[in-house]
């Protein structure tokens, strides 16, 4: 485990489905201990309050965890349910959630990516990939690819993010908003 921010913590794990590590992050908040896109947690945070999810593929150990609450886009509602996890709130783009955290629209009708005011950092599950920070190839989005990716985070660029946080790939931890401006203008690619 590693703090980020104040806190923020990220661990990762090895994940058998992708053949790859994967990022994981723990937020406490005035709300209790948020988990977002948990993969088997360190002991110490394995009674989260709130699991909040990016999209349906990242149920991973969600439905052992019990949390009292789990937070979801709506368009991937009912394929957490056939995978066993029971969604209890329904976020939407500009919904708020535990923490005073903020659903953000992805350009993937299934994914939402997060804000996170007192960390300033801004978190997304799949659309954005790290190492260095870029988004994600169009058959990972389907219609509307990269722009439409695009079009949904820039908006983002008006808030005061210092960090971006993503599950696969390193953070930025500094210079979050430039480095996603930087990714946005990046001419669309393949991989």
């Known amino acids: 485990m590693q703090e980020i921010a104040p806190g923020l913590t990220q661990w990762i794990r090895f994940y058998d489905e992708w053949n790859a590590d994967v990022a994981s992050y723990a937020l406490e908040t005035g709300d209790g201990l948020v988990l977002l896109d948990p993969l088997d947690p360190p002991r ?24 009292r609450r789990i937070w979801a886009p709506r368009r991937s509602v009912k394929p957490l349910e056939r995978r066993g996890v029971r969604v ?8 708020g ?20 005011p007192e960390q300033r950092a801004l978190y997304a599950g799949d659309v954005l990939l790290g190492s260095p920070l ?12 990269q722009t439409a990716v695009r079009a949904a985070l820039e908006p983002a660029l008006e808030l005061p993010i210092a960090r971006v946080l993503v599950s696969h790939g390193d953070p930025v931890l500094r210079g979050g908003r430039r480095a996603l401006e930087q990714a946005l203008l990046q001419a669309p690619s393949a991989a």
């Open 134 to 145: 870029r988004i994600c190839p169009d058959s990972w989005v389907g219609k509307g690819g």
């Open 44 to 67: 110490e945070l394995r009674r989260p309050a709130h699991v909040v999810l990016t999209l349906f593929y990242h149920a991973r150990s969600t439905a052992e965890l019990r949390p």
């Open 97 to 116: 959630g535990p923490g005073a955290i903020r659903a953000l629209a992805s350009g993937r009708p299934s994914e939402l990516a997060y804000w996170l």
């Open 88 to 95: 209890t709130d329904v976020l939407d783009a500009g919904d």
